[in-house]
């Protein structure tokens, strides 16, 4: 089979990393026998600087005419600190979002027994740790009109909007990931305070009939933000709206210990983008020792979500865990060890691919 | 002198933890030569039970008449999982936020040594952590109106408003309790997405220059998230809007290990109020088991903040330090040890003091 992806590499790091998930690709290709062909689109910063817009129409067009998108990272310090900069790389991110009706950010957490001992939190509550977080990323407060300032600029205001469609759609995605893990999801609101929270609680009873072997379960925001430190083991799917996803998600991601191994996937109306759920780290850009890890399996994620290639997804994946035993890691993770480059690393994947 | 505090026990193990903080106060008071002035009143379910409102107009009344409330805590599992029910406790909570104009949550943490490996956090990121979390606690998303659904119920909406008085009188509060500490301010916000949160930096930008003692950061919600946990002890003060402060302050609660031990204050313009973080535990009402401790430690609050009786809240807080040390502790920190009553506590407390 032919697959067309759309490669976004973005800026800082994100060339290096995304080019070793390529190389991952190609040896799957070749193993497997098929093929993937790359078209490469500007986006952030790097776009901004070429087309003055961090989301240009020709990477819009690529992402829909492609089966799948990978995407390394956005960001660069001259646009930070200045939130009313006229144009901002994460306004690329927004608009890509919008765009392509990226309507649910997927976060598997599954830390690598290997790498227990990073976490902040102690060994026993990160053992056994499985569990996917599903963000809405279309809705809410993020998009929700009106936004801005009183005539008199004294007050400001942001609305947060949900539509029982919107809803319906991303809490169902989660009953159908639980069918297929553990069978338990957690939804996430604020109902005792929010209005827009009240209404996932209504659409979500209302569909809990239709999926009798799962077992929900309704958790305030704030209790849940305790859960992910004091007991994250009981969770195996979670879904919750686009600003609490923001809070929790990045919360969720730092007790592996290790942001330079996580992946994420955002799935949309049009086409899916991967992406690791680590930043642009510009400090490091260019000088070949970033973990390209995160983006390999983001890769592996595109091979399962959007191409159906279970087999070829657990190899990568597998090949991430081997290197990791085998002490084969850049240097956020090396620990005193040595310390291998972001191109080494990502050759080791592609020999044990092979 | 003479001091009126209004006594607002509430739910569950809220009279019990309440009785014991009066009993610590009365020994400062004949240790100090002071006099503390007690009048009792309804909130929460107890009150919905007896005047169908969880607070009552009298309740308000004497908060507003009162130096100080000393508050327990709401909550009965028969208001729980309805989040549509007409009368429910936490509306007698954000009623009384918002008449009493409690404008501002206090949470200092700042974990005892002796209970540091209680932590779901590994004990040397805990080692050193001293910072007060202040949550807006009257605007935002929790009172911004229009708030509810469209005509054909399709469509649910919330909003978060902020005028600059408001934000400015937090953020000033914020800039005042750093001076008095370790001179660090951070502010968390999403001023990358909303317009409220450009406000918020906005005017904390426009109130530096007349604080040149205090270093300030602004950090985004999500990142502040993440670095409660990774790291910690970076913060001194922070300061952040209502839906934030929510969930950031529950997430900064437990990294502690022992929410029994937390207090926290709400700051009104009128009266403020003084209570535990933790909640109304109805498995343990009337069993003479809950930890006295964090109610103890609010009242000290009360000492300091509304009183200002900084030597009398100092020796509150050693009492409970050396009952910590001492091992003489309930059955949450009893760890197999001997569990003391929360009467036994409070009396060993009352006995130091004296
Ligand atoms: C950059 C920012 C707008 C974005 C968000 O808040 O969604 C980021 O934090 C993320 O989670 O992808
Ligand atoms: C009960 C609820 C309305 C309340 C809040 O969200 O403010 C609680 O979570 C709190 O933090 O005091």
Redesign the pocket.
């Known amino acids: 089979m032919s697959y067309k992806i759309a490669v976004l590499a973005g800026d800082g790091i994100g060339p290096e990393i995304v080019a070793q998930a390529r190389n991952v690709l190609d040896a799957i290709a070749e193993k497997f026998n098929h093929q993937f062909e790359y078209t490469e689109a500007l986006i952030g910063a790097s776009a901004i600087d070429v087309h003055g817009t961090p989301y240009p129409d020709e990477t819009h067009k690529l992402c829909m005419n492609s089966d799948a998108v990978l995407f390394g990272a956005i960001g660069d310090p001259k646009y930070d600190n200045d939130p009313n900069a006229k144009v901002r790389p994460e306004q690329g991110l927004l608009a890509m979002r919008q765009k392509l009706g990226l309507y649910a950010n997927l976060r598997p957490l599954e830390p690598f027994k290997a790498l227990l001992h990073k976490s902040p939190l102690k060994t026993e509550l990160l053992e056994g740790v499985d569990f996917l977080c599903i963000r809405e990323l279309t809705g809410g407060i993020y998009f929700g009109r009106p936004q801005g300032r009183s005539e008199d600029g004294k007050t400001a205001y942001d609305t947060c909007v949900y539509t029982a469609e919107e809803v319906e759609r991303i809490v169902r995605l989660g009953f159908e990931f639980a069918g297929k893990r553990r069978k338990k999801l957690t939804i996430v609101d ?1 109902a ?2 929010l209005a827009t929270s009240r209404l996932w609680r209504e659409i979500a009873q209302k569909l809990e009939p239709e999926y009798p072997e799962i077992e929900v379960e309704y958790m ?1 925001v ?1 209790n849940a933000a305790m859960q992910i430190i004091t007991w994250p083991k009981r969770f195996d799917v979670m879904v919750t709206e686009n600003m609490f996803g923001d809070i929790l998600t990045d919360e969720a991601s730092v007790i592996s210990g290790s942001l330079g191994m996580l992946p994420s996937a955002s799935i949309g109306v049009h086409t899916s983008i991967f992406e690791p759920i680590h930043g642009s780290y510009p400090q490091a850009a260019g000088k070949n020792i970033a973990n390209p890890c995160a983006t390999v399996l983001s890769a592996a994620m595109m091979l399962d979500h959007a191409f159906g290639l279970k087999q070829e997804s657990a190899l990568v994946r597998l090949a991430v865990e081997k290197s990791i035993e085998a002490n084969f890691v850049t240097e956020d993770l090396a620990e005193g060890g040595k310390a291998f480059s972001t191109t080494e690393v990502g050759d080791w994947l592609v020999n044990f691919i092979k």
């Open positions: 604020k005792n305070v305030f704030d």
